[in-house]
């Protein structure tokens, strides 16, 4: 045998040795296994998406194709290092993660299949030991049983009877807004509903969008069932619409939230205490403010605390108090000027829906009266 190819084997052979050492370290195990977290947090977040969030896929095989090229990755990963601790615990995370996304996602199989197939094997191939995974497997198996039949009687419980017909959907001309036209065939002739959601606050991942959902707004509802259906989207001027508004009638009002009193700069409360003192505050200061008790006020509140939070009382605590509270966020919307509007975030044109000609939804109100702020949101299982 030549000298060459001897060196050769031998040199091979030493590659392939400090190569199998260095995968069969258990530090560089741990180390890889920092990484296994990661695929636990992703499936943490598409439950909380499934909760919050509708979720639309635009090509159903391309993402199918990517997720299981990702969940593949990590499976290797995960299976490499599926004794250490990082590995174990992921293994006990994935599966019930993922009961939420196929309860609400139920029939989208592209997103779900493969990170449920993940989850199982490495439940299945991980370093926990067959009692672990025994006691484990039966917990979940029990919580995807129950949770199931809870979902399922539940929405087959409160599942209206009426058939909903959709008559037409699409988005406004900006883009900010969607609308749909439903149809509904009840024992009362029915009903015509259009209704209006915000796509601002919908994630867009290019192959597939999460829309909001909780935050619909009805806009027309009209029994019975309308024979005509016409929908126009026109883009109007903030001064056009205070004008149109302004000439219905000079004493609309509008209530603000204490965010937008703090934008205008103005004071959103006063407060008249039992001695006559008369304070103005702005919303920060009123929600910051202590009130101490006497011994009288203590036993009128019947409260031991030497100080209660204003914020806190009910209307029958103030007047035993003696204090009387007024708010000014109840302004007439003819008081505000172009200017405060424009601060409060309203820009200078808009969307505007005309439904068999008269208009049912501006963007200027939609922005001022907070229709799709998120604490707003309503969130139900149908």
Known sequence: MPVSAGICRRSGATVD?????????????????????LYAVAVCWFAYMSVFYELIVYDPKTVCIMLSCISLVWLILMLYTRKQFLTKLTSLILLPGMVLPILLYFGQWWVLI??????????????LGETAKTAWGTIFLLLYL??????????????????????????????????????????????????????????????????IKGLTRDVVVERP???????????????????????????????????QMDMLGREAY????SGGQTLSMMQSDYHDTYI??????????ETEDEEV????????????????LENFRTVTLSELTDEELAALGIPEEGDVMYYNGRVVFRYYVAILEEYFDLSKQEIGLM
């Open 292 to 301: 101490s008790l006497s011994p009288a006020q203590k036993a009128a509140l």
């Open 309 to 324: 939070k204003l914020d806190t009382l009910s209307d029958g605590e103030l007047k035993a108090l003696g204090i009387t």
């Open 225 to 259: 069932l309308q024979e005509e259906v016409q929908i126009e989207w026109k883009t109007e001027t903030r001064q056009d619409i205070t004008k149109q508004i302004d000439d219905i009638s000079r004493d609309i009002t509008v209530t603000l939230s204490d965010a």
């Open 114 to 127: 493969p990170p449920l197939v993940t989850a199982l094997i490495i439940f299945f191939f991980s370093g």
């Open 17 to 37: 040795n400090a190569m199998s050492e260095i995968f069969s370290n258990v530090w560089v195990k741990r180390v890889v296994s920092l990484l296994s977290p």
């Open 270 to 273: 006063q407060i008249t205490y």
């Open 146 to 211: 129950l949770g199931s039949l809870v979902f399922f009687l539940t929405t087959s419980l409160f599942a209206p009877s009426t058939v909903t017909t959709t008559l037409a959907e699409g988005p406004s001309p900006s883009g900010l807004y969607r609308f749909r036209v439903t149809e509904t065939t009840d024992s009362s002739n029915g009903c015509t509903k259009v209704q209006v959601e915000t796509s601002e606050l919908d994630r867009d991942y290019d192959l597939a969008v999460f829309q």
